[in-house]
């Protein structure tokens, strides 16, 4: 325990108010308030406070909370409360309990807690690209579905086309009874495209200006611009994992376990970590899988696994060829070494 640490916080953080409870090096209550969720009210707390251990509570404060604590000289643990069942299942679960119990936590053992590394600032601000990008394209696969749905429930039928080239190419077959409705959509359907085209240049640019690691990444087929600089900012740091095999754990790509006595079932996948970055890795799997996908290691290996049989091979061989990818593009970027597509096999095997 840090000999200069005398006190120990707990703030349970909320929208507009947060509550803070603080004990002592020998757990003993000290104090108890409610303040608000701004930084003018953070400073006037803590900002002259002799060093103390803070516990938060993971959330869409946590990262510009912790920061500015942190400028004040404090440590600052960032606990993911849904790994701790003290908090999370309390049947009694009110703001002023979860605080305290951060408060206690943290100072007995921050491992218990569970804690979260955020990403930098900068790293956050280019990841807020990729995820508006996200939320556009969502939006614009709703309306395009919300159009062809409302053709079809009058009788007709647009013609299939790409998402990209929607627009220009259902708009003389719309019936002219719904063009009043559909039109100013289409507009809208346009317009959102042609966003998504800038987003997607400003992704272009960050890859080849302020993350060139991701061109090594994107030697494998079926990894573009978007997926490796997803990933790079996702991990932030190659150097935080020692092995490149725990990737797939951090990114929940590994079935669940319950193991007690000599039973030992395997579930789902955890699905623990980066949804937006899992879901990328899916995609570029099922690339890799399809009818366009390069012939390659991976690529042989997963329809290996899809050929076994059962209802479920084809999901279970997409996750499996993900996992096995996460891994890859770690290897990658911390090597920096080209990628063999039949990796694992010495090249004089792989070309035989």
Partial sequence: MNKHITEFVGIDLGDKKSMVHVRNRDGEFVEETRLPTTATALERKFGQRTPMRIAIEVGSHSRWISRQLKSYGHEVVVADARKLRLIYENPRKSDRVDAEYLAKLVRLDMSLLSPVAHRGEE????LAILRARDSLVQARTKLVNHARGIVKSFGGRLPSCSTESFAKKVRPALPESLRPALEPLLEIIQDMTK????????????????????????????????????????????????????????????????????????????KTGDKYLRRLLVGSAQYILGPFGEECYLRSWGLRLAERG??????????????KLAVLLHKLWVSGEDYHPFYPVRPAEGLA
């Fill in 195 to 270: 966003r998504i085209q800038s987003y997607a240049q400003e992704i272009e640019r960050l890859c080849q200006q302020m993350y060139p690691e991701t061109t090594c990444m994107r030697q494998i087929k079926g990894v573009g611009a978007l997926t490796a600089l997803a990933y790079v900012l996702t991990l932030e740091d190659e150097k935080r994992f020692r092995k490149s095999r725990e990737v797939g754990p951090y990114l929940g790509l590994v079935p669940r376990r319950n193991q007690s006595g000599e039973a030992d079932p395997q579930g789902r996948i955890t």
């Fill in 310 to 323: 059962g209802k479920s091979a084809k999901k279970r061989a997409l996750v499996a060829v993900a996992r």
């Fill in 123 to 126: 790293t956050q601000q280019h």
